[in-house]
């Protein structure tokens, strides 16, 4: 018996012609071809590792990019498992060669084990998906409790066409952070989420307005300090985490400048400062006192622009970096349509936080394989890989990296470059984040 690990340029097709074949699977039932019971079995493993088991013959025939009932996650959850797959060959003269997976851990592993930095996580939509379930069902909230009704009712895991059920869906998980324990909880919770995936250096964004809205007796202190006691729980944990307060583009002058004002109060639990919602163009200079006086603070600046595929994009990147200061921009990518923005962007030194399963969710691209960030990269401009609303997108930062590495070859090299420069660019402390950074950050 032969036993290793792939990792790298394998491609499910070099195994298309050998059988029988067992596949682990990351991912949740809701994306399992059951279709077929005759031939495929189930075998739970863990909470997100099921293992698919079959003929290889079968099993492309699963697979087959044209079948129709399967995501575009799917296929990105499949590819990954063609570049990373640990496995067993054995050859015996009834089955003939088996390439056996052992376990979907492993096969997950290489990918988790790369040290990653996440700038662009949002910390109210990063949650475990059992805690959301059972906190719904205890807060008597109408929380399905069978997982695949849970995530088509709560979670966005196709592009949404109908935005008043995408608004429902937010809405509801924005319920639950009703007290302080549940807040701390979830803030713990999301740590120790980003060090199982191997985050290293973790920044985490909320909106005091976004969790305090319904809820009365919330107010923003009572938020801020529980959160930073889930991030002080996790303190035993080697990662370092910091928080982004988000003042929500949509919210009238006199409120955001008092959201503001509250983070650049804490500016000693807060790293930076971020202007979340849609792309509101020109009116974004109404915000340029509030981050003038961040900035004072000792805050840095980040905000979300170019997300949305509006002609205006590349030029509300340019004028968040121009006129207000960003130092990073969420989002961003829609500066491909533009060259001497995209010119512009590289000679300032700005880096994107790319998020791309939540771009094609959102209808920013069409597919995650469309996705200009490859192009972005060798054009010069920095950029990073990020998850964006893991729990509600029902995905974590590796199912990013898997997607980076299957539809646009990213190899270790070039995860390694992104994280190293996001690392850079992290709001957090020098001394805090090289504390837990294997490589010297520049
Ligand atoms: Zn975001």
Partial sequence: ???????????????????PVIIPILGDQGFLPRRDPDWLKLAPTQDKAFILMGGAAHISHVLDDNKP??????????????????????????????????????????????????????LE???????MMALGASLGLDAPQNVKEFCAEWLLTEPEKNLAVALQKFSNIQSVWANESIIERLTYEACEYGYNQGIKIFELRYSP??????????????????????????????????????????????????TGDFIAAHNDTFVGIDMADQDIGDEIMRFAPI????????????????????????????????????????????????????????????MLEVCPTSNWLTSSVPSTAEHPVRRLMEA???????SDDPGLFDIDLCHEYALMQSEHNFSVAEFDRCNDLAASHSFIAPERKQAVWPRPIE
């Fill in 1 to 19: 018996m032969r036993t290793g690990i792939i990792t790298g340029l394998v491609r499910y097709s070099d195994f298309r012609s050998k059988s």
């Fill in 69 to 122: 009932g399967y995501s575009e996650r799917f296929k990105g959850l499949r590819l990954f498992f063609n570049v990373t797959l640990a496995y067993h060959v054995s050859q015996n003269s009834s089955s003939g060669t088996q390439v056996i997976m052992p376990s979907a851990h492993e096969a997950h592993s290489a990918l988790e084990k790369l040290p990653k930095v996440e700038l662009h996580c949002h």
């Fill in 125 to 131: 939509a990063c949650f475990r998906r059992q805690t």
């Fill in 209 to 258: 307005d976004f969790i305090a809205a319904g809820h009365p007796e919330l107010t923003f202190d009572k938020i801020h300090r529980a959160i930073v006691a889930g991030i002080e729980r996790a303190s035993h944990l080697d990662i370092a985490v910091g928080l982004i307060g988000i003042v929500q583009k949509t919210l009238p002058t006199k409120q955001a400048a008092y």
């Fill in 291 to 350: 981050i003038e006086k961040a900035r004072a603070a000792g805050l840095h600046f980040t905000t979300h622009a170019g997300e949305e595929p509006v002609p205006d994009a590349p030029r509300h990147v340019y004028e968040a970096i121009e006129h207000l200061g960003a130092e990073r921009i969420g989002h961003g990518i829609h500066i491909i349509r533009d060259s001497a923005v995209m010119d512009y962007v590289i000679e300032k030194g700005v």
């Fill in 380 to 386: 010069g401009v920095q950029v990073s890989i990020n």
